[in-house]
């Protein structure tokens, strides 16, 4: 008999901003797997099966939860945020790719949850609201020359840029040298929004400029949102500016 697999997203770390479809399958699966710090946002339930796994244990992670599914189990693999973006549903299809073909019989269902970038980006306004990329910073799974071009490829295209896993203590220097890329492209008054931990208790949002935005500004639980040179920033007397990008553009000149 196989079982079920569910990849859900938790969204950012808000009950308020889970969804009650990820709820739903996450109340009723037989066991849980999920890196510690996710996992510890389920309430426990009786006769439920959790099974925490280090960070960078992704690939681990989801083969273990494809062998319980595959024996026939009602299993959730959870993820902060959306599971499809840097999170554990890719590493799910990886295992699956190259995993035992019984595996493939398994039932596998991916439950969207709210990104990191969509919490931010509605605490600050519509950042997000012409065409915009998210780019890791980790360089775990990619060389960093990798991530220089594709920073400098994406802000001269006009994207808007979510930066996510922004720096980490093996790796302090990434988000100022991300930053310096930039300055090379962009207007120095282009804003720059930093989100940390949204939706949670410690939760802080900071809004700058390009040429102010320092690479200390931010820890592993910060998202940052990096305008195109379209990007506005409207100031209002007692609260805190909207920053917004047009949904429209120019055409070019030839
Ligand atoms: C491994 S990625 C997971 C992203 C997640 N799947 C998502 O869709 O938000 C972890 C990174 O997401 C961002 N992140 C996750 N939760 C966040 C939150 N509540 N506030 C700000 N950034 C967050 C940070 O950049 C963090 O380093």
């Known amino acids: ?16 901003q889970l969804t009650p479809e990820a709820d739903a ?48 189990e009602t299993v959730a693999i959870v993820s902060g945020g959306d599971p499809g973006v840097f999170g554990m ?18 039932e596998v269902a991916f439950v969207p949850g709210v990104s990191a970038m ?19 910073l980790s360089d775990n799974l990619k060389p960093w020359e990798v991530v220089e071009q594709r920073l400098e490829a994406a802000a001269a295209a006009g994207f808007v840029i979510a930066l996510y ?37 410690d939760e802080r949002i900071a809004i700058t400029q390009l040429s102010a935005a320092q690479g200390n500004s931010a820890d592993m639980a910060t998202c940052i949102i990096v305008g195109s040179a379209e990007t506005r920033m409207i100031e209002r007397p007692g609260s805190c500016p909207l920053v917004y990008t047009p949904r429209g553009t120019a055409r070019p000149t030839a």
């Open 25 to 72: 399958i996450v109340s009723a699966a037989g066991a849980l797997f999920g890196y510690g710090p996710y996992l510890d946002r389920v309430p426990e339930r009786a006769g439920q099966r959790r099974h925490p796994s280090d960070n960078r244990q992704e690939l681990y992670r989801a083969e273990q939860a494809l062998n319980a599914a595959a024996e026939g």
């Open 118 to 136: 969509l919490a931010v980006a509605a605490r600050v306004g519509a950042p997000l609201g012409h065409d915009f990329c998210a780019i890791s």
């Open 1 to 16: 008999m196989t079982g079920r697999l569910s990849v859900v997203g938790l969204g950012p770390g808000n009950s308020h």
């Open 89 to 106: 549903a890719a590493a799910v299809c990886e295992a699956l790719d190259r995993g035992p073909t019984s595996w493939r019989n398994v």
């Open 165 to 201: 896993n922004p720096v980490s203590r093996a790796r302090p220097w990434q988000l100022e040298r991300a930053f310096s890329r930039l300055r090379t492209i962009l207007p120095d008054t282009t804003p720059v929004v930093f989100g940390r931990a949204v939706g949670r208790q």
